[in-house]
């Protein structure tokens, strides 16, 4: 699978601070980091989200 | 007699016991999260947390506002919970008699969705209380936006006793 991006920044070691409250769980979103803007930088699992437009996809593909 | 936070959304005051609140931050802008419910304005950093942000004004069903100067974020803890409000302006406490507390008229209960759980009438003043474990969502029931007009409060002090 392969996925599309706007811009490809750069690649940096990081701390991944998992995601707790349901509001912000969602597929495909393992956690998030600090990149020092101070805003958090959502951490992507790029195996769980493709796992889900799959089961997405399948399920487009049983409705009638 | 609770202390609580009067906070203010399109025009309506509304008030939440300060035992709910841990701080109160300026909102600059929060990281969007895809898939997220409509009504959540993004994630942000608060004590080295992540902190999911509801956008109020999206949560009762009214439109959008730009960031202004006064816009703040109310972090509050429910249950071990900790959620950040984002509110239009926010910057008075007062102490309020619990017992004075009246419920919200039944127009206010059925386009509220439960999310407004009484109403205080201090002088002129009209303060909607609001249920934080509603608004949270402990049901995905909860979760769907609720048509709350912003003439609620001028017709809840229309029914109020003179």
Redesign the interface.
Known sequence: VAFGVDRLLGQQEVVI?????P??R????S??T?LGD?????VLDLVALSASLSENTKRQWVAP | VTLHLIFNLAGTEYAVPVDAVIQMETFT???L?????SF?AG???IR?????V?DLRLRFGLPPAEIALETRLIVTDTGG???ALRVDGARELLRLDVAAHQPPPPVLVERAGGLVSGMHSLGKRLLLLVDLRKI??ETSHDLSPHALLEDDASKARAALPA
């Open positions: 601070r998992p995601v707790n409250d509001l912000i969602v597929p495909g979103i956690g998030a600090d101070g805003r958090p930088t959502l | 802008g929060a990281t999260v895809p898939g997220s419910p959540v994630v942000v950093t080295g947390r992540l902190v999911p509801i919970r900790v959620v949270l969502g």
